[in-house]
């Protein structure tokens, strides 16, 4: 299993594809799906505001349109250096596919790796 500082300079590499020219807010996610495969998304956004899609939505995106199904961990990281959670769109749309155990890890802007299980981000998620 692919440890949690591999994953997070996954998504640091994507941090120079963040397309952000409105914001410059700048987002990479790697995302590790059970069956090993890691995909990563950045945040790609439009001049119709709310047509941009978030760095975790473009790795769970690219995750299931290859056949993934389940996501053990997901890495998250911002040019703003702090720790960057994922909004309440990307919880909604992990939790999808989230298996029981399921992490978020972050990184602060001393570069210290810090985890949460999606559990504790997001309790009581819808599904149907
Ligand atoms: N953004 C993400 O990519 N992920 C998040 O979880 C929060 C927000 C992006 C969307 C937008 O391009 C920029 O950050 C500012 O909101």
Redesign the pocket.
């Known amino acids: 299993m692919i440890p949690d500082n591999e994953l997070i300079r996954a998504a640091e590499e994507m941090l120079d594809k963040a397309y952000?020219p409105y914001?410059g807010?700048r987002?990479g996610a790697a995302l590790l799906c059970a069956d090993g495969r890691v995909f990563t998304g950045c945040?790609v956004?439009n001049a119709s505001y709310g047509g941009?899609i978030?760095?975790?939505r473009t790795a769970a995106l690219k995750a299931v349109s290859e056949g993934a199904r389940e996501f053990k961990a997901i890495a998250?990281v911002s040019g703003a250096g702090d720790l960057?959670?994922?909004?309440g769109i990307?919880r909604q749309f992990l939790s999808e596919f989230a298996c029981d155990d399921f992490r978020v890890i972050l990184r602060d802007k001393n570069g210290n790796i810090v985890s949460f299980t999606f559990e504790e981000l997001m309790p009581h998620s819808f599904k149907l």
Request: charged letters at 10%; proline letters at 6%; aromatic letters at 12%.
């Open positions: 952000a914001s807010f987002v945040n956004e941009t978030c760095a975790e998250i960057t959670f994922p909004c990307c």
